[in-house]
């Protein structure tokens, strides 16, 4: 980790600073699902940019041209990276949130369906390294992926903050270079 040192400092891992700082809600979004938020993370300055730093520090972010962040923590997370790497970031947001044109995808959640969207005309021949906050079943990044690719863009790898290994996310990321820092 090249940043702050947070972890060194306090003689725990980056993965055990992550979960330290993770908190689960219960039934949400709807009943039946634990939530993992990740908002005592993004609020800890020092573990924050703990965090870009190692992703900072992955060759799939740091040869990119761009930084695709999914809707809606991905945001926070691709911006923030983005700037560590000196690349572009560019939002994939639920469907209607972007002006035309844009190419959408369909795609299947573990509590239901969505449409994500990406800005045509700005991706094609990028290097784009993708982002969110935790990867569930990996839907929403399977489609981010297509996406991209549908858009002229190259996938250099994948970035999470979590991992919930037990929904079995990374199968449907095959051949991707997928990195996250907590896996749980």
Known sequence: MTGSGTAEANDISLAQLINGLLRDVEDFPQPGVRFKDITPLLADAAAF?????????????????????VEARGFVV?????????????????????PPP?????????????????????????????VDDVLATGGTLAAAIDLLS???ATVTGVGVLVEL???????RLDGHDLRALLTL
Not at 51 to 69: F, K, Q, S, T
Not at 93 to 98: F, H, S, T
């Open 49 to 69: 940019g703990a965090c870009i730093d190692e992703l900072a520090d992955l060759p799939g972010a740091y040869e990119a041209d761009v930084i695709a962040g």
């Open 165 to 171: 290994s037990f929904l079995k996310g990374r199968a």
């Open 102 to 130: 844009t190419l959408s995808a369909r795609y299947d959640l573990e509590y239901g369906s969505a449409e994500i969207e990406v800005p045509t005309g700005l991706l094609e021949g990028k290097r784009v390294y993708v």
């Open 150 to 152: 549908r858009a002229g």
């Open 78 to 98: 691709a911006a923030a990276l983005a700037r560590a790497v000196d690349a572009g970031v560019v939002p994939v947001r639920k469907a209607g949130k972007l």
